[in-house]
């Protein structure tokens, strides 16, 4: 996009401004804010990995559970860090049950009995929690959720599964290989009506697709980042996830200092400068000045498109929209968005601002300046506004925000991330929703595609959203329409709310405290080690550019099951693929039998059509696995992973993997993450079988590349290549052990 120029080779700081650079210099690499940061933290090792070792952990209620089961299972004692339960994603979804509760009661026994912080229930969300309590500059902090990103405030935000936390809360280290570091430079000044989601898709559009930044860290410097309040910039921040970068950093300034000193904490700050002289390995220009408002299309946040150009062109967008879901459901679930078009004019159905990126506090205010003196309709429009926390609620109350929006007509909901993971506000089938949220993918919403059930959601800035609902819900921009901004007013946080709600337990654990199950809370079933050769199943075949954790096991009624690992599993690829799961159980049921020493007559066959002989089954292992492109993005729940792990999945076969927070799920519940060639076609169809000969001593050895068979269902045989590549020598152990918990048990026995 104009707005954004991609320099795709090394800068160099030279007179405070960046310029072209051959190569670094010596020692100029380390002159960045993020490797400063990053060598403050590291466990220095001569393979060549970083050994990060973080200031605090972060985790909701979708993944606590499973956080603190496995790390029990692992031997933990005592939280070692700060570690904070939030209870944000509340889910709602186990009406009429005890599943929910049960789950925040478990979380508050953990936290006394190990020594950690609990929020209850929509006190604050996961993220705005930890900017107002957590954060410091020069500090990380490791969170369960891919939105942990406090870059804005100096504070390193890393996003990965729960496994990685577990390695934290028994003192080990997050390792990773260094990363490149990307320079954002900002100039210029923002226009009137546009917001920081305007920006953050802006860049999305520009760099995610062509995978400019994956797991590199983007570092925001500049004249721009003067010129930004402290939420526009946490509101850009908190975006960069889905860019597909490791994390973000931010210089720092007296408006940290304030935001810090406001917080209670001034001793937090420090100032963080790009260094003369400092090299970057490529280079983003952001001129603020000529950015837009935006739009991001269904299904992803890349999907960018200019919002003048959405209004003056809809038929033409949305017709894309209805193809790309024709194609992604295979006619299971159709969008029909070009009835929405009146008179040329696009009618919007709901309108949502939200959670980490929409709700906070200027972003509500900007939205009730845009609505004052108007409604949002007595129509079928409706919109909602979700404060980020309880002391962002008061301070919108104290400062008449809400009572603004509230005559407007507005509804205002609890501190809750329901609408950005499909438990809350789930729209209409075949509606149409703006949200001011992190995620547009499908079902992220609520939708289920395998039932015909689904709707769309476009994102934008709460700017635009207001500006929409001042229209009765007529897509509208906020650059179109006159408003006067809110006028300023002295910012207060007030932390006596958290005073008088949380329990803070962090250096005080009790050991003797008793951990409260409910029914639904299980133990993780055994998992089994690496055999000496393997036999795979294929349970699924995903053709899609992009496969999602939210794809792979679905938000929302989902989160009901959380604690349960063999009941949340047989929603793996509900919305997706719903054979799967029958699928995955018929292999696993065959392993099973082989494991009792059995050789079932299905079993036979394919060990006949390979040329094996029974025999060949004692030292095999049975075991499914998922075929897709480039899986992975999306959240950072483990349950992507571990769901097929419990289901007796062993792989999974792709061409690279989105992020590297799902790949570290697949290796940490013991999955070996294959990649083809990408000049290779796969030709494999569910049903199918791959047979991997001595794979555990290739896995023991470091080996990269793993010849295979594919047998098709016909009895055909096919040479199949699959690489196991950039595995750290404590991977290869998790792999072998057969997950994260059997490699710490092993220690332990020791």
């Known amino acids: 996009m104009d707005m954004i120029r991609l320099i795709d080779n090394g800068v160099t700081i030279q007179s405070g401004k960046p310029v072209a650079a051959m190569a670094a210099q010596t020692g100029a690499k380390e002159k960045t804010i993020a490797a400063k940061i990053l060598a403050a933290h590291n466990h220095p090792a001569q393979d060549g990995q970083l050994h990060i070792t973080f200031d605090g952990l972060i985790s909701h209620d979708i993944t606590y559970v499973g956080i603190i089961q496995t790390a029990r299972a692992s031997g933990l004692t005592r939280f070692p860090v700060p570690y904070v339960l939030t209870n944000c994603h509340n889910s709602l979804c186990a009406v009429g049950g005890t599943i929910n509760e049960d789950d925040h009661v478990f979380g508050l026994s953990a936290a006394i009995k190990y020594g950690g912080d609990y929020v209850p229930a929509n006190q604050a969300v996961i993220h705005q929690y930890a900017r107002e309590m957590m954060t410091g500059c020069g500090k990380m902090l490791l969170g369960s959720d891919s939105h942990t990103r406090y870059g804005a405030i100096g504070t390193m935000g890393v996003g ?95 408006k940290v200092e304030e935001y810090l000193a406001m917080h209670g904490r001034p001793d937090a700050y420090r100032a963080l400068r790009v260094e003369e002289g400092a090299y970057y390995d490529s280079c983003i220009e952001i001129d603020l000045s000529s950015l837009e408002p935006m739009a991001a299309l269904p299904f992803h946040p890349s999907e960018a498109v200019a919002l003048r ?34 008179g040329g004019r696009l009618r919007i159905d709901q309108g949502v601002i939200a959670g980490c990126s929409g709700g906070m506090y200027d972003n509500i205010a900007e939205a009730a300046s845009i609505l004052r003196g108007f409604d ?156 000496e050769n393997l036999l795979m199943q294929v349970a699924s075949v995903l053709r899609d550019p992009v496969t999602t954790t939210d794809e792979l096991i679905p938000s929302g009624e989902t989160s009901s099951y959380r604690s349960n690992p063999l009941k949340l599993a047989t929603f793996a690829l509900s919305r997706r693929d719903p ?28 060990l006949q059509k390979l040329h094996l002989t029974n025999d060949a089954a004692k030292t095999m292992q049975l075991g499914s ?22 289901l007796g999945g062993c792989a999974n076969i792709c061409y690279e993997f989105a992020t590297k927070r799902y790949r570290s799920n697949c290796v940490n519940w013991g999955m070996l993450p ?66 994260l918990m059997n490699h710490y048990a092993a220690q332990r026995r020791a």
């Open 625 to 646: 696995v998922i075929f897709a492109n480039k899986p992975g993005d999306g959240s950072a729940r483990e349950q992507a992973a571990s769901c097929q792990r419990v």
């Open 309 to 342: 150009e959405l209004i003056a062109n809809p038929g033409d967008y949305l017709r894309e929209v209805e193809l790309r879901a024709h194609e992604q459901f295979g006619g299971k679930a159709e969008l029909h968005l070009t009835d929405k078009l009146e």
């Open 376 to 531: 949002v309709g007595c129509g079928d429009f409706s919109l909602s506004v979700y404060p980020p926390s309880i002391p962002v609620n008061l301070e919108l109350i104290r400062n008449g925000v809400q009572q603004e929006l509230l005559e407007a007509g507005a509804l205002f909901k609890p501190c809750f991330c329901g609408p950005c993971f499909g438990a809350g506000d789930v729209p209409a089938n075949n509606a149409l929703s703006i949200r001011h949220t992190t995620r547009n993918f499908p079902n992220r919403e609520g939708s289920k595609p395998g039932n015909g059930q689904l709707a769309g959601v476009i994102l934008m800035d709460a700017r635009s959203i207001a500006a929409t609902a001042r229209n009765h819900g007529v897509l509208t921009s906020a650059a179109d329409i006159g408003y006067d901004a809110p006028k300023p007013v002295m910012r207060v946080f007030d932390a006596a709310v958290y005073k008088k709600r949380v329990y803070f337990g962090f250096g005080n654990p009790q050991p003797d405290h008793a951990l409260k199950f409910g029914p639904n809370i299980t133990e993780w079933p055994k998992i089994p080690a690496l055999a």
């Open 160 to 254: 990965e599964g729960g496994p990685e936390l577990v390695k934290q809360l028994l003192q080990n280290t997050y390792d990773v290989a260094k990363p490149q570091v990307v320079l954002v430079w900002l100039t210029g000044e923002v226009p009137h009506g546009v917001g920081p989601h305007d920006a953050a898709i802006a860049l999305c559009g520009a760099v995610y697709k062509n995978g400019f930044v994956k797991n590199k860290i983007l570092e925001f410097a500049g004249p721009g980042v003067k010129a930004l309040p402290m939420d526009f910039r946490i509101g850009i921040d908190v975006m960069t996830t889905e860019t597909a970068c490791l994390s973000s950093i931010w210089e720092t300034d007296e």
């Open 579 to 606: 054979e799967y799961v029958a699928r995955a159980n018929a292999t696993h049921a065959l392993e099973l039998a082989r494991q009792d020493g059995l050789v079932p007559p299905e079993l036979e066959t394919v």
């Open 674 to 739: 294959f990649t083809l060639d990408p000049k290779a076609e796969f030709t494999g169809c569910p049903g199918d079988f791959i047979y991997v000969p001595d794979v555990k001593r290739k896995v023991k050895a470091g080996d990269e590349v793993f010849p295979a068979k594919l047998l098709h269902a016909d009895g055909s045989l096919e040479d199949l290549t699959l690489y196991l590549k950039n595995t750290s020598a404590e991977e290869r152990e998790l792999l072998l052990q057969g997950c």
